[in-house]
Nanobody, 116 residues
Framework: QVQLVESGGGLVQAGGSLRLSCAASGRTFTIYVMGWYRQVPGKEREFVATISKDGREIIADSVKGRFTISGDFKKDSVYLQMDSLKPEDTAVYFC??????????WGQGTQVTVSS
């Protein structure tokens, strides 16, 4: 089992920045990918970004150039630096980890609200 706890969400004006953090605990040695997804009420959860243990990054086109993902697998943590935020970035942001054995774990989510 892996537990994920997000932090860093909040309210920010359009054009501003926020940095999300996610800390993993439990069987963290099984993690090989960590990442972020987001969800707006009434819509499906949307991919944002992932980073693998060997450093490969995948960023959604909708946030490319504005969001940066980084990971510290020695500290079992992943971060999402969000710059030039737009009102359409408003969502609950979830941390996700993939572990060997094909399991996937989710955090509880952190709310990000961008005002216009």
């Amino acid at each position: 089992q892996v537990q994920l706890v997000e932090s860093g969400g909040g309210l920010v004006q359009a054009g501003g920045s926020l940095r999300l953090s996610c800390a993993a605990s439990g069987r963290t040695f099984t993690i090989y990918v960590m990442g972020w997804y987001r969800q707006v009420p009434g819509k499906e959860r949307e991919f944002v970004a992932t980073i693998s243990k060997d450093g490969r990054e995948i960023i959604a086109d909708s946030v490319k150039g504005r969001f940066t993902i980084s990971g510290d697998f020695k500290k079992d943590s992943v971060y999402l630096q969000m710059d030039s935020l737009k009102p359409e970035d408003t969502a609950v942001y979830f941390c996700n980890s993939l572990v060997y054995g094909a399991d996937s774990y989710w955090g509880q989510g952190t709310q990000v609200t961008v005002s216009s």
